[in-house]
């Protein structure tokens, strides 16, 4: 099982950064991949940014190409996602996610808040 605790979020103006982190405990040698996803009120979970542990390869929803970021320290267990030129439309609570292999995300942060005000 893998523990994951989410922070930096808060309330920003847009154009503004944030740096979120996601510390992970637990059986974090066996993780393939970390995950970025977000949800809006009254809309659907979505995809943000996700990272490969080894090797560090990384994919973007199109929406934030180019404003986001994703990296991650193996040392200390923990990813960022750098988010800089933020829009309103990026408010929305953001969720860390790992999984163990290509197929789907095992386990889930608790989720912190951003919100960009206009």
């Given at each position: 099982?893998?523990?994951?605790?989410?922070?930096?979020?808060?309330?920003?103006?847009a154009?503004?950064?944030?740096?979120?982190?996601?510390?992970?405990?637990?059986?974090?040698?066996?993780?393939?991949?970390?995950?970025?996803?977000?949800?809006?009120?009254?809309?659907?979970?979505?995809?943000?940014?996700?990272?490969?542990?080894?090797?560090?390869?990384?994919?973007?929803?199109d929406?934030?190409?180019?404003?986001?970021?994703?990296s991650?320290?193996?040392a200390?267990?923990?990813?960022?996602?750098?988010?800089?030129?933020?829009?309103?439309?990026?408010?929305?609570?953001?969720?860390c996610?790992?999984?163990?292999?290509?197929?789907?995300?095992?386990?889930?942060?608790?989720?912190?808040?951003?919100?960009?005000?206009?």
């Amino acid at each position: 099982q893998v523990h994951l605790v989410e922070s930096g979020g808060g309330l920003v103006q847009a154009g503004d950064s944030l740096r979120l982190s996601c510390a992970a405990s637990g059986r974090t040698m066996y993780i393939y991949r970390m995950g970025w996803f977000r949800q809006a009120p009254g809309k659907e979970r979505e995809f943000v940014a996700a990272i490969r542990w080894s090797g560090g390869s990384t994919s973007f929803a199109d929406s934030v190409k180019g404003r986001f970021t994703i990296s991650r320290d193996n040392a200390k267990n923990t990813v960022y996602l750098q988010m800089n030129s933020l829009k309103p439309e990026d408010t929305a609570v953001y969720y860390c996610a790992s999984a163990y292999t290509i197929a789907s995300y095992d386990y889930w942060g608790q989720g912190t808040q951003v919100t960009v005000s206009s």
